[in-house]
């Protein structure tokens, strides 16, 4: 089975222009949160708000152009996904790992793979990561294992291992699995590498176990993989595009910073809307609304500087990250990229700061109404918190320090 024979049958909207993908985000932000503080509340899966956004062509921005794709520019894609990210940060991040891992088939797939994925895409289909583990020491150590077989026609591997964290599985049609494989296999070397697998493959079981503070509907669960058959051809090796100055970690932090951003924005103007529309002025103001009291106008104007740096330092990071790979995979400027890089590094700082401090002056702002239960302002400072802990922002200063002082380049690891 490849990893696209089982996709579901969809219609997907060809979008022609970067004005019509932002005018799409746009319309659907403005449809999705609506309901945001109740799907929330619930833990109610956006089954079909993900639809609607598979239906937009929303996901097959990133499609190269020689596959029918309009190959939308990393600075712009983020600006789409910060738009969905202030009306609902659990929509915005489960496409997250879908665009992260079609760059990977655009940096590193053989052509046959690339074609079948793309096509898939273009016609509505959805790629899930599958890449954590619980138990290794650390992050990168990595259990499940592809294996060699003989006695299957069609099959090169089986594939075995436990996921977690991974992000948007319950909404896939394909999953993005990290793999080891410890012995080479005629031309196939040893090492790390993504097998793109159907979701509703043999051996393969999804999980609904996420119960994070935040992000509660990103359907981040545990997949478990039990002698899954992988075809050679559904295998992408991970180094060319990690251990090279592709752009590919950039291109993803790129994407992070864009739902952080989009979640600050998202919570002051939630604040600036309780604050229209219910708050009481505080009775030493001496004023009839709560928005002109002048304590109140003088924070948001302060909140409003730190959302708009934010969006400034994430826009210029894009710019950063549009120069470094727009050249081709194979001819990468090093020098771009680790600007890039560091650009997005910056940009990261700025959002884990700036989001979770937003997200709660919102009730600082609003007063003690907004603290209600029911109101759902909470789930702001939630995602924020959740989301923030991608990548501690610890690690993005030294690699800022090290640059600045000694000139040395960020790692070529894929997270920065």
């Not at 915005?92 to 046959?112: D, K």
């Not at 296999?185 to 097998?195: I, L």
């Not at 951003?261 to 009481?280: D, N, P, Q």
């Not at 106008?297 to 990071?317: N, S």
Request: glycine share 8%.
């Amino acid at each position: 089975m490849t990893a696209v024979s089982q996709a579901r049958v969809r219609s997907a909207v060809r979008i022609g222009s970067e004005a019509e993908a932002l005018s799409m985000a746009r319309e659907l932000a403005a449809e999705f949160a609506v309901g945001a503080a109740e799907r929330d509340r619930e833990r109610r899966l956006p089954h079909a708000e993900i639809d609607r956004l598979s239906q937009s062509g929303l996901l097959a921005l990133t499609v190269p152009a020689r596959f029918g794709g309009l190959d939308l520019r990393p600075s712009a894609l983020a600006e789409v996904v910060s738009i969905l990210a202030a009306a609902d940060a659990s929509i915005a991040q489960i496409p997250h790992s879908h665009f992260v891992y079609l760059n990977l088939v655009r940096l590193s797939a053989g052509e046959v793979l690339q074609e079948r994925i793309f096509a898939d895409v273009l016609a509505g289909g959805r790629v899930a990561n599958a890449q954590s583990e619980r138990g290794g020491k650390t992050i990168a150590d990595i259990s499940t294992r592809l294996s060699p077989v003989a006695d299957r026609a069609s099959t090169l591997f089986v594939l075995d291992g436990e996921k977690f964290y991974c992000t948007g599985s319950l909404f896939a049609d394909t999953l993005a699995v990290l793999a080891r494989l410890d012995v080479a296999v005629g031309d196939v070397a040893p090492g790390e590498y993504v097998a793109f697998v159907p979701a509703d493959a043999d051996g393969v079981e999804i999980v609904d176990d996420w119960d994070a503070v935040g992000q509660r509907t990103t359907g981040s669960g545990t997949v478990r993989f039990s002698g899954v058959g992988v075809g050679l051809a559904d295998l992408v090796a991970r180094a060319p595009a990690t251990s090279a100055p592709t752009g590919y970690g950039a291109f993803a932090q790129l994407l992070h910073v864009a739902i952080d951003v989009g979640i600050a924005r998202g919570a002051l103007r939630a604040a600036s809307e309780f604050v229209r529309t219910k708050s009481r002025p505080w009775f030493e103001a001496n004023v009839e609304r709560a928005v002109d009291d002048p304590l109140l106008v003088q924070r948001f104007g302060e909140l409003e500087v730190e959302v708009a740096t934010a969006e400034a330092t994430l826009a210029a990071a894009g710019r950063r990250v549009d120069a470094a790979v727009g050249g081709t995979p194979e001819s990468p400027s090093r020098e771009l990229v680790a600007e890039a890089s560091i650009a997005v590094a910056t940009a990261k700082v700025v959002a884990d700061r700036v989001a979770p401090s937003v997200a709660s002056a919102l009730f600082e702002v609003s007063g003690t109404r907004s603290a209600a239960g029911g109101g759902g302002l909470d789930r702001f400072w939630r995602d924020a918190r959740t989301h923030t802990l991608h990548d501690p922002v610890r690690w993005k200063y030294q690699h800022i320090g090290r640059w600045v002082l000694r000139g040395e380049e960020p790692p070529l690891h894929g997270v920065i």
